[in-house]
């Protein structure tokens, strides 16, 4: 969320910057309109859109060989879900969002009933279409949709009145009430934002040039009749009225006209839209990994990791039925992020909060089109070292790959269990104990035991866990003495094996049958 908010404001500032600079006092209204209305929702939803760069794999660790084996796990973390008992800051600011979001749409429902109040009380009557209503009372006309606002008729000249239903008339055919909902509906969401507030006020300009060159037919009359309402009592947000806006700017918009050389500066808006593309929306070059020794730059985060281990590992060979035993490396893992240390000993790991059972779920369901593109057999997600920060966020992962059994026969779970009765003495494997049970978690790491996935298969597989893995439900963060800290994610079931059949996924259910997602 706070990487969102930069991003949007930091489109809206330079947008309005560039809009004050090059177009704010050039009589193109129609442009300023557009360009104004394009940028807020350029800003407002650009930040939430995602491309990616497909050409080369950006994680570090991706780039290892197809054939490098997974990286080992020692131990198995038995983590126990335990429930907050505190509120964190980020609470406490969701309450004071809500509270203002609660306050600004108070206002709304107060104008919205003034509003109400005035249609209800006042004089109705019927003229060139619009429905006038008179409502004894001080203020500038005012419309709201196909319906007029005026103290009185009586008070205004029969040019007056024109002016009055020229002004309103223009503002009801460009459809300014629907930028007047759309600003309403942004005021509420991003109440705190001081950004939205000046785009709603130049906006409200741009209507009122628009609307003022309809009805301004003698300029010094005009003039003068918008310096008298510019004394009267203003008219309510939901409506367009005479003395909203500054009345000195208007006057002399009235009488300016751009020259052509100016139509030069609308160009501006081309660098813009592209610079905002690149720079402020999630893609691929903002995701990327950039290693620098036993530093990784990855989302805006800094990650200086471990040195890499070495170890050894055993595997059984499905055809000699012997075991073999070959030396691994362990993936380097984080150990600080953006300078501060990253937290091994915690008294709650992280918790996936989701409605799947755990974040492998969460991904392989969510993978089904990708997934189901892969041949028929078995296949492991293999990623490591998932950390997540203290809001709940995945800040780092690494993907190591998918791969796929040499033949559906040739495999079973992937957390193969071994009959300690038929395991050779003289050779055992390596087991650790799982619910009361022992089981061999070195089999995938065979290297001959996989056979390899095409590379494009493994982008389009590697993008969409990107994607995933930015986008997951939060999790509860692991906790230090009631605090939140980073820590590191372990799901014991990203060793399982999940099955691809006529293209459709299959995952193993408590009872250790393939069931379809």
């Known amino acids: 969320m706070l990487q969102y908010l930069i991003n949007a404001s930091a489109i809206w500032l330079i947008s309005l910057v560039l809009f004050d600079a090059f177009l704010r006092r050039e009589s193109y209204h129609n442009y300023n309109r557009f360009y104004l209305l394009f940028t807020f929702l350029l800003g407002a939803l650009l930040p939430l859109w995602q491309w990616q760069d497909n050409s080369s794999p950006f994680s570090g ?296 059972k755990d974040l492998r779920d969460y991904l392989l369901k969510n993978m089904k089109g990708e997934l189901g593109k892969l041949n028929d057999g078995l296949y492991t997600l293999n990623i490591s070292n998932i950390f997540v920060d203290e809001n709940g966020r995945i800040v780092y992962f690494d993907y190591d790959n998918m791969k796929r059994s040499k033949t559906l026969n040739e495999a079973e779970d992937p957390v193969q269990h071994v009959s300690t009765s038929t395991a050779a003495a003289s050779d055992p494997p390596i087991q650790v104990t799982l619910g009361g049970q022992n089981y061999a978690l070195n089999r995938n790491t065979d290297p001959d035991y996989y056979e390899q996935i095409s590379k494009n298969n493994q982008l389009e597989i590697y993008n969409k866990v990107c994607l995933l893995m930015e986008t997951a439900p939060a999790f509860e963060p692991a906790t230090i003495a009631g605090r939140n800290a980073i820590s590191d994610y372990f799901c014991v079931s990203f060793r399982n094996h999940f099955q691809i059949k006529n293209h459709k996924v299959y995952d193993v259910d408590k009872n250790g049958a393939y069931k379809e997602m």
């Open 61 to 356: 660790t991706f780039q290892k060989p197809i054939e490098q084996v997974i990286a080992a796990k020692q131990t198995i973390v038995s983590a126990t879900t335990q429930a907050a008992t505190s509120i964190d800051w980020q609470q406490w600011l969701l309450v004071i969002y809500l509270i203002g979001v609660f306050a600004a749409l108070c206002l709304l429902i107060i104008d919205s009933i003034r509003l109400l109040a005035y249609y209800r009380k006042g004089k109705k009557s019927i003229q060139y279409g619009w429905t006038i209503i008179q409502t004894g009372k001080e203020h500038a006309p005012f419309s709201f949709m196909n319906t007029l606002f005026v103290g009185s008729i009586k008070q205004y000249s029969p040019k007056e009145w024109n002016m009055i239903l020229a002004h309103e008339k223009r503002h009801t055919t460009l459809l300014h009430f629907a930028d007047l909902l759309l600003m309403q509906v942004a005021r509420i969401i991003f109440w705190f934002h001081p950004l939205v507030y000046l785009y709603n006020n130049r906006l409200l300009l741009v209507h009122e040039y628009q609307a003022d060159n309809a009805s301004a037919q003698k300029l010094q009359v005009y003039g003068t009749f918008l310096v008298e309402q510019a004394l009267l009592q203003s008219a309510p947000s939901l409506s367009h009225s005479f003395n909203r806006s500054p009345i000195k700017n208007r006057i002399v918009m009235l009488t300016h006209r751009s020259s052509a050389a100016s139509r030069t500066r609308m160009l501006v808006f081309i660098p813009l839209a592209l610079v905002c593309i690149i720079c402020f929306s999630k893609n691929s070059f903002s995701q990327r990994f950039e290693r620098n020794g036993n530093t990784v730059t990855y989302r805006g985060n800094t990650f200086e990791l471990s040195d890499a281990k070495y170890d050894t590992t055993s595997y059984l060979d499905p055809v000699t039925g012997k075991w073999h035993t070959t030396i691994i490396e362990t993936t380097p893992a984080p150990i600080t992020m953006n300078g501060k240390p990253i937290a091994k000993d915690v008294d709650q790991k992280p918790v996936f909060t989701g409605s799947d």
